[in-house]
């Protein structure tokens, strides 16, 4: 939002996008709103831990379970951190662990369940999503951080007042809102 580029986007994404910098740029603080914003790090590394939002080497990559497939693709992402790491932007949970070149394993992480985060091999965690969850499952997903274990979370929300708001913005397209009922 704070750097938009409208020719990355989708027409529908840029309205979005348009929509929610307004918001910011209508608030009596907007230039201090968009200074904190724009001071935020793309990654933030932390005991070995990479936490980014796409992958280290593009914010707008996605990680998908069927990558685990793709040696050669979570094999160029790995070389760029040390141990461990932490992404979104695909809104679908996951743990990759590399087992050597050629082969990764994926585990499907269940709510509540705790895994271990081990240094001895590559590990990649993808975290879900708070407001659109993309794997059929329309509960918030989110994950903790305890040490050297992670735990996966689901927990029920108001999805239908979150649908009416979103229907509520004419800038925003209703699709927004429609997915999060399937969990799309």
Request: hydrophobic share 35%; charged share 25%; proline share 4%.
């Amino acid at each position: 939002m704070v750097d938009h580029d409208p020719t990355t986007w989708s027409p529908a994404i840029n309205e979005h996008i348009k929509w929610v910098r307004g918001q910011f740029l209508a608030a009596a603080d907007s230039a201090t709103l968009l200074e904190i914003l724009g001071s935020f790090g793309r990654s933030f590394v932390e005991n070995g831990r990479h936490f980014t939002h796409g992958t280290p080497d593009d914010v707008r990559e996605w990680i998908f379970p069927e990558d685990v497939y793709d040696s050669k693709k979570l094999n160029r992402i790995a070389k760029h951190f040390d141990d461990v790491c932490v992404c979104g932007h695909s809104h679908i949970q996951g743990i990759f662990k590399q087992n050597d070149q050629l082969n990764w394993g994926f585990i499907q992480p269940q709510a509540g369940e705790r895994y271990e985060l081990k240094a001895d091999r590559k590990t990649i965690v993808t975290v879900g999503s708070v407001g659109q969850p993309r794997d059929e499952d329309p509960r918030a997903s989110f994950l903790t951080i305890d040490g050297d274990y992670v735990t996966f979370h689901r927990i029920q929300y108001n999805v239908m007042a979150t649908l009416d708001k979103i229907h509520s913005i004419p800038e925003i397209d209703d699709m927004h809102g429609e997915r999060l009922l399937v969990g799309r």
